[in-house]
Every structure is written in structure tokens, then in C-alpha cells.
């Protein structure tokens, strides 16, 4: 399949991104961003891409697991290709600063016409400018250029730079691929998430559908009894009939009511769900280049990690890519301000040339002491020194790069407190998350036999309605929100892989077939202390 270019592929990476910066309507607060990728995913789809949706609908469906979006997307994305771009062109610019220094020279050549000239230095029958001769074709070519021998350490810090754009190419390769890994993580924690969220959805409302198809049988057999004992009676007792089944039928309106609320709820719910998968799908697909896919049938679980006290790790902070790019690019502009001191000091290096001259309608002068402009030839070579007087211009480059260096040295300083920052709200974040999936699975495991109960003694009669639905809601809000620990913690163990550029989780981890909470214990096991 043939991926369309440019804004498609941009506002699905940003669609992914808008993931963790939206705040959920489900009950229980999800982890904002949830359902942002499902509305970012709503504007992708421009009538250009209709034809290709067609065709795409076609295409046979493939089983992808994690690694397989991950293989998928690296291999053709924007972002990457743009890196290893960038990265090819600072080896260029280092090969460059290597050797170009050595390499200055220049050729230079000529072709023209001149009236023929005869005679020597003593003698000539023609004038001054014999412009009424014969012209013939004269060729002149030269051949000049230097070496640097000495030059106070231009060439070393050139080098420096060179290979310091390098290093902060290749850390900015590394930092979008890392990036790209993250946003497809996060695509398909959601569409495993949504797919959690459709299974539990259905599951309470085949039953509250049927609670209220039972309570809905219930109140048309009190009516019908009620119309019989109005047809049996006086009309004193049928006033009496009234007044106990309308207090009888009040009970029975209120829980309908409640029922009605809830199942308009639920709809909403499965509505919101399935926009997230939408969307989830949309943004995998996108991003991986395969439209028509399913992943393996496998709740989302608590990820199993190699654990770590937050303090450990910020002490990989200076290993992120981010900051040995912007350290890369200190020690560039160090580099840059030697370069700019060094410029006041000459150049000192050997200087080379070859000329040679040929006119054939000129004669040739074969007395080295006379001045022959037309036909002569000579190599020459020597030492020389080369310096600027620009004072003032060179005070003023000199301020500029130091303030350069200034400027990056307070960057470097600004992006390290940030990534400090970053690791503590990732290291409490997957904290957070552990502790909420331990708490909530509790929750769920009480509200779902309170739900199991409640259920059985409704249909046995022996349960009014309003328990059922409340023991339904706290059952579901209760796997809402186990689901939103489970998706933080997760997003946070994401989030430090790309941040620290190491392996905390098993690759097959992510796929969620592999399961770190064990049924009956709600302690996560991969939490950090």
C-alpha cells in the first residue's frame, strides 16, 4: 500500500500525541487523552483519501502484534527518513571540515583572440596595437592555491564542530525513533483499551436490557391485575385498589426510570468506546502503513517491568538523547568560539602556482630578461602569512559566539530540569498507576459479587431494581477505573523507555497476553518501591 505524504501522516502523529492531552468522559476520570486520539482521527480523513479507503477495504486483514506496528512504522517514517537526512548530511559536513582545508585550489583558463605580433625586444615592423594583422587564438590557463601549515587551531576546532553535529544528529535519530515507538504504544494501549471497554459495555447492557424487558413484564402484569380488581369490586374498594397499586406502581415507575437512565448511559458509553477504537485503529494504521488489521484477542494488563526507586532514575537523565544532542551542540559552539579568537591571528601555510601562456601569432621571446605576456609558463611555491585587520569586527565575532555558547550552555541547563521533572511525574506516575490497578482491582472484585448477587436475587424476585443497577454501576465504574491505573501505568513505563532509551519491559509484555497481576492479587508486581 502506498502511503499518502505529508499532512495525513503529520496530524496522525499528532492525533497519537493528542491521546494523553484530553480528558475523558468516562466514570472513574480516565487518564486525560484517552479519547483525544479519537477526535484528532476525525479530521483525517479528507475526500482525497476516499479512493484509497475504498481499495484499503479490499485488502485482507492482518493479525499485528506490537512489534509489528513498531517494525512497520520505523521502516518508512517521515521522521526517521528525516533524521538519517540530517545525519547524512553532518558526515558530509565532517568529511568536509577534514579535508577541504588541504584541498584549496583553483583552476583557472582562458580562451581569446589577438592580432599577430612580430620582432624582439630590439626590433618590430608592426606597430603598437597591430590591429590590422591576422588574429589568432591565444590560451592562457593557471593553477593557484595554499596549504594550511599553522592556523592557531581553526582547522581543530572546524573538526570539533563537525563532529559535534554529528553526534547531535545521530542523538536526534535516536530521539525520533524513540518517539515514534512511544506514539505507536500509546495508539495501541488505546485500541486495547477501547476493546476492554466494548466487551464490558456489552456485557452490562445484554443485562440491563433484560432487567428491564423483566421489570417491563412486571408492571404490565400489576396493571392487569389492577384492572381486574377495579372490575371486581365496589366503588369504594376500587378507589382503594387504585391507591395501593399506584403506591405499589410508584416503586415500580421509579426503578423503570432508573433503568431507562442507565441503559441511555450505557449507549452513550458504547458510543464513546467505539469512537475510540475508530480512532486508535485510524492512527495504528496510518502510522504502520496497514489499514486492514486486528491484534491478538489479550486484555489489557498491568505491564511487568524492571523496577526502579525514582531517584535511580534520574540518574540516567544525562544519557537522553535530547540532552547529548544539546550537549553536542555546546561543544559545537565552544568550538565556535575558539574559531572566533583564532581569527585575529594569521594564517601561515604554503602558497603554490603554475601559469602557462601560449599565442601562437605572437613571437615568442626567448630572452628570460624580456617581458613576454603572451607565451610564458613558471611554477612558484612559498611560504606566506595571512591575517585580518578587522578589529572591530572581530571583537563584535567573538561577543556573538560567546553569547551563542551562553545561550546553549543555559538550554542544556533548562532541558536537564525539565527531564528531571519528566522522570519524577513518569517514575509517581507508574507508581500511581500500580497502586490504583492494586486498589481498583479490589474494588472490582467486591463490586463484581455484589453484581453477581444482586443480579441472581432480581431475577429471583427477592432484589428490587435499584440495587441491581446500583451494584451494576459500581461493578462497571469500578472496571473503568481499574482500566484507567492500567493504562497510566503502562503509558508511564512507555514513557521512561523512550525518555531513558533502555529496556524495562518484555517486547511480548506489551501485547498484554502476558500477565503480571494474578488473579486474587491485586499487587502489581513490577511497582516501583
Sequence with gaps: MTRAPGAPVLQARAMAEAVASHRSRFPGALRSGVYGVAFCVATLLSPMESAKAEANATAPVVEMKLQDFVDAATAHDPGIEAAVKRLEAAEAALLEARFSPYTQFRVQAGVTMAPEARGTPVFSPDSQFPIDNPWRPAFQTRVDGAIPLFAFGKVRSLVEAAKSGV?????????????????????????????????????????????????????DAQEEALYLQEQNRDPASADDAVGEGAAGTSFEAADLYRLRNAMAEMRARVSEARRLERGARAALGILSGTPNFRIPECPMEALAWTAAPVETLREGVDERPALKALRAKVTAMRAAVRMAYASALPQVGLGLRATYSVAPGVTDQQNPFAQDGANYGGVAGGLFAQWSLDGAGHAARVSRARADLGRAEADLAQARQGLLLEFDTLGHAVEDGAERVAAWGEGYRASRTWFVDASTGYFLGTVRAKELIDAAKAQFSARYNALSATLDHNLGVAGLERSLGQTLAAPEGWDGCTWMLAEGDAEVTGSTP
Design 167 to 219: 553526534e547531535a544528529s545521530e542523538q536526534l535519530r535516536a530521539r525520533a525513533e524513540a518517539e515514534l515507538i512511544y506514539q505507536i504504544r500509546r495508539a495501541y494501549l488505546s485500541l486495547q483499551l477501547a476493546l476492554d471497554l466494548r466487551t464490558m459495555l456489552d456485557e452490562g447492557t445484554q443485562l440491563l436490557q433484560r432487567a428491564h424487558r423483566t421489570l417491563e413484564e412486571a408492571r
